[in-house]
T-cell receptor, first 114, second 113 residues
Framework: AQSVTQPDIHITVSEGASLELRCNYS??????LFWYVQSPGQGLQLLLK??????LVQGIKGIEAEFKRSQSSFNLRKPSVHWSDAAEYFCALRTTSGTYKYIFGTGTRLKVLA | KAGVTQTPRYLIKTRGQQVTLSCSPI?????VSWYQQTPGQGLQFLFEYFSETQRNKGNFPGRFSGRQFSNSRSEMNVSTLELGDSALYLC????????????FGPGTRLTVT
């Protein structure tokens, strides 16, 4: 079955510390992969996407993610977290064959300590 | 450029009623997708419309339906509301569909009592 797993429901980091958010997927082929961020009361904003090619993807707000086919992972990283990064982060997969579907992970809520 | 707008932002309905939500995509975008977000199930894809045709569909019962107009505006209808339909309903627009970046609206918060 196709699925996206974000193992960490909550993560707390200190401002200025580095961040890694984990995302694992289950899909029979190489999917399209996305990271979105959602602030309270807001819709989702796309941070970055992977379709093919270079497995290290750069996004907005100093964020990057690395696609690892062997581990079925697409982890997000940020070298230094700012208080304004506190939000919920969603990893998503888009299927690449048949009827296209978007599958989202359950999200990781990031708290930033001053 | 104006973003995706959704109306109304908040809605309270009673079980058994029906509801219609509206989404206006970014100008020039032809694809509109709908998602349901709940604390228990997370974000789930409902359906996608492109040029007035439903192109992709998630695993939701027939009570959930939608349509898209010639100006790309879309409506989603839920009939015979159930308590479990309480959710944030998000609409996303994109230029051509899933191959392109989706821009999300702020959502409509539906509460069913």
């Amino acid at each position: 079955a196709q699925s996206v797993t974000q193992p960490d429901i909550h993560i707390t980091v200190s401002e200025g510390a580095s961040l890694e958010l984990r995302c694992n997927y289950s899909y029979g082929a190489t999917p399209y992969l996305f990271w979105y961020v959602q602030s309270p009361g807001q819709g989702l904003q796309l941070l970055l996407k992977y379709f093919s090619g270079d497995t290290l993807v750069q996004g907005i707000k100093g964020i990057e993610a690395e696609f690892k086919r062997s581990q079925s992972s697409f982890n997000l990283r940020k070298p230094s977290v700012h208080w304004s990064d506190a939000a919920e982060y969603f990893c998503a997969l888009r299927t690449t064959s048949g009827t296209y579907k978007y599958i989202f992970g359950t999200g990781t809520r990031l708290k930033v300590l001053a | 450029k104006a973003g995706v707008t959704q109306t109304p932002r908040y809605l309270i309905k009673t079980r058994g009623q029906q509801v219609t939500l509206s989404c206006s995509p970014i100008s020039g975008h032809r694809s509109v997708s709908w998602y349901q977000q709940t604390p228990g199930q997370g974000l789930q894809f409902l359906f996608e419309y492109f040029s007035e045709t439903q192109r992709n569909k998630g695993n939701f019962p027939g009570r959930f339906s939608g349509r898209q107009f010639s100006n790309s505006r879309s409506e989603m209808n839920v009939s015979t509301l159930e308590l479990g339909d309480s959710a944030l309903y998000l609409c996303a627009s994109s230029l051509q569909g899933f191959d392109y970046e989706q821009y999300f609206g702020p959502g409509t918060r539906l509460t069913v009592t």
